[in-house]
Structures are given as C-alpha cells and as structure tokens.
C-alpha cells in the first residue's frame, strides 16, 4: 500500500510540473508582448481578449 501510494505522489509531482511549467512560459511571453503594448486583466488569470487581440496583430505585422 505504501508503494502504490508513493508511485502515486511521485505521478502528481509529474502532472503538477507540467501546467507550471507552462504558466512560467505563458507569463514570460505575456512580459515579452507587454513591452509593445498594454495588456488589461480582467480577473485573476483572465486576459482582455481585445487588448490581446490588438497585440498580437501589431506583432505579427
């Protein structure tokens, strides 16, 4: 029982890594897009989807 529980707690350290894995790369690529334009935040972890939108726009241009 011990081992299975182990094996258990090592597998969500592992799918736990990934998503903060990722916010770390979302919040440096929104730094990244900030110093061309402003982006609002709406909610805690929610974008403006227009200001977003515009930014994106002007970088791909």
Not at 11 to 25: G, I, L, S
């Amino acid at each position: 029982m011990e081992a299975l529980n182990q094996t258990l707690i090592v597998q969500d350290c592992k799918n736990n890594d990934e998503p903060q894995e990722a916010r770390k790369e979302l919040v440096n690529g929104l730094k990244y897009i900030s110093l061309y334009a402003r982006i609002g935040i709406k909610r805690m972890g929610e974008l403006e989807r227009k200001s977003c939108h515009e930014a994106v726009k002007k970088m791909r241009s």
